[in-house]
């Protein structure tokens, strides 16, 4: 069974940084796509981040600010987060693709290939 458990969201200032964490069991971070995903409220759910062995891909709105990185000795997935502005506010969701996807398909972003999900760390920004 897969599971898999955010951490690090927390209410910060505009300007400031945030770190998350994405722990992972029965699935191995470090050899599929993994990404980051959020949802505001009222907003359809957005792809922010994803990682694979063949490299990283970012949305437009965070690239500069955001990077996506795993450690394989703690089997764990990260989200940095620079520069937060109040846009960024959101439940922040941490996906694993389908076993053996080890990359990420075309519209990764958009959520596909994508089969467990954890259960969302909120992040608010307040001006």
């Known amino acids: 069974q897969v599971t898999l458990v955010e951490s690090g969201g927390g209410s910060v200032q505009a300007g400031g940084s945030l770190r998350l964490s994405c722990a992972a069991s029965g699935y191995t971070v470090s050899e599929n796509c993994m990404g980051w995903f959020r949802q505001a409220p009222g907003k359809e759910r957005e792809g922010v981040a994803t990682l694979s062995l063949y490299g990283t891909n970012y949305a437009e709105s965070v690239k500069g600010r955001f990077t996506i990185t795993n450690d394989n000795a703690e089997n764990t997935l990260y989200l940095q987060m620079n520069s937060l502005n109040p846009e960024d506010t959101a439940m922040y969701y941490c996906?694993?693709?389908?076993?053996?996807?080890?990359?990420?398909?075309?519209?990764?972003?958009?959520?596909?290939?994508?089969?467990?999900w954890g259960q969302g760390t909120q992040v608010t920004v307040s001006s």
């Open positions: 996906a694993a693709a389908r076993f053996g996807y080890t990359r990420c398909v075309p519209g990764s972003l958009k959520g596909q290939g994508f089969a467990h």
